[in-house]
């Protein structure tokens, strides 16, 4: 029997696909990290603002990443030698200014922002938010730029180097009692992103030389496909993320703590089952590009397939023995999280059907179908927000976000099916 197990995964897991998966084991550790030092060790209020603090890094990141990265990685897909340099040094800039100035704002603005929230500590977290935003520049570039080529082995790479010292900073810090606030867990953030930023500087020579030599072309080329993109992009981080900000206005950061709790022991879980999505989205767009439809068509189904399975056992877990979990992850110190927990687990066993769904409309050229699915998903999630929240606090924010990311799903995948009569169908040919 194992024989047979053995033999099968042999000569169906291909090196790309056992990196995606060994890439996937990396945020997973990442959050088991986070889970069961950060989240533990530091104080709720705490937390609390350093949850605040993600949720505006979040939100640049979409604004920036939105509108640059998946138009990146479809035409770096496509492109080779001399037009694959144009577009990267015209991503770059883009890149560099869409995030960079918009963090500067945030950052002047911080003690507004911490006065309308009722946080106080939270203006001097945003103070470091430029600085954050910089240290992540080479990281991200290269990131897309080697999922594009495939080059899931050096991706995986990319995510081990800031793990590695995030962990070495973490436990030493703890050991001697100084992990005791958010500003302590951004330092060390920023610290593991230079040393990523290092190796991607390396890892990007290999493809491609870099030079100046922006272009109006690409650059229009870039903004036409990321007006769609940086929808979808907004999207998730409002259905995401708006929650966080509205549950601080309304209650108050240690109320979102005992939030993020919950919803951070399901999402390091989710992490395992998106494995998929890296290589769904290159893939779809080189199959598409050769007019091969039944190949996207099996990509689809495969990337549901995959992600399915191993959320699957995931999700009972967190379902049926929320409390057991909780208490071995914190040691009852958010022991009244359970009810949220359970939901979560719902919204992670729903998620890949939007998330893969996603990638194929991207991969296909179509990010146009991907937001009108994630613009019906969050006005829903806004909508419900602002009715639960005040009612149910914390709990009604996680319901919230599962109807969205159930409608979401729901939405894409009839799309794909009316628009591009894509739907999820295995190639027997294969």
């Not at 990265?69 to 869409?98: C, D, H, I, P, R």
């Not at 993320?241 to 005992?258: C, G, H, N, Q």
């Amino acid at each position: 029997m194992i024989e047979l197990v053995v033999r099968h995964l042999k000569r169906h897991l291909s090196p790309n696909k056992l990196y995606a998966l060994l890439n996937k084991v990396v945020p997973t550790l990442n959050g088991l990290l986070t889970v069961f030092i950060i989240i533990r060790g530091i104080p709720q209020y705490e937390f609390g603002l350093l949850t605040l603090f993600n949720t505006f890094d979040m939100g640049i990141l979409a604004l920036s990443g939105g509108l640059v990265f998946q138009a990146m990685q479809k035409y770096a897909a496509e492109s080779q030698g001399v037009k694959l340099q144009e577009l990267v040094s015209n991503s770059v800039f883009l890149y560099t200014v869409l995030s960079f100035i918009p963090a500067v704002i945030v950052s002047l603005s911080g003690p507004l922002i911490a006065k309308s929230l009722n946080a106080p500590g939270l203006s001097a977290l945003l103070a470091l938010l430029p600085i954050y935003v910089v240290s992540q520049w080479g990281r991200k570039v290269a990131y897309y730029l080697l999922l594009a080529k495939e080059k899931v082995f050096e991706v995986f790479l990319l995510d081990l180097v800031p793990l590695i010292v995030t962990a070495f900073l973490v436990f030493s810090l703890f050991v001697g009692g100084q992990l005791n606030s958010a500003k302590v867990v951004i330092v060390i953030r920023i610290i593991a992103n230079l040393a990523a930023g290092i190796l991607s500087l390396s890892l990007i020579a290999r493809l491609v030389r870099f030079k100046w030599t922006l272009s109006r072309g690409w650059l229009s080329k870039l903004l036409d496909f990321g007006k769609y993109t940086i929808g979808t992009t907004l999207g998730t981080i409002i259905y995401s993320r708006i929650d966080t900000v509205m549950i601080t206005y309304f209650f108050d950061p240690i109320t979102l703590a005992l939030y993020s709790s919950a919803r951070g022991i399901a999402e390091f879980f989710k992490n395992v089952a998106q494995a998929a999505n890296m290589i769904v989205l290159p893939r779809a767009a080189n199959l598409f590009s050769k007019g091969d439809t039944r190949g996207v068509e099996d990509i689809y189904f495969k990337g549901l397939a995959y992600s399915v399975a191993l959320v699957v056992p995931i999700s009972a877990v967190l379902l049926l023995m929320p409390e057991f979990i909780l208490q071995l992850a914190y040691k009852g110190k958010y022991d009244e999280s359970a009810d949220i927990l359970r939901i979560f687990a719902l919204c992670a066993l729903l998620s890949p059907l939007g998330s893969i769904g996603s990638s194929i409309a991207g991969g296909v050229g179509k990010p146009q179908l991907t937001f009108l699915a994630m613009s019906t998903s969050v006005a829903t999630n806004i909508l419900l927000n602002l009715v639960l929240i005040p009612r149910y606090a914390a709990v009604g924010a996680a319901i919230a976000t599962l109807v969205s990311i159930t409608i979401g799903g729901l939405a894409i995948t009839i799309l794909l099916r009316k628009r591009l009569a894509l739907t999820p169908k295995p190639n027997r040919l294969s």
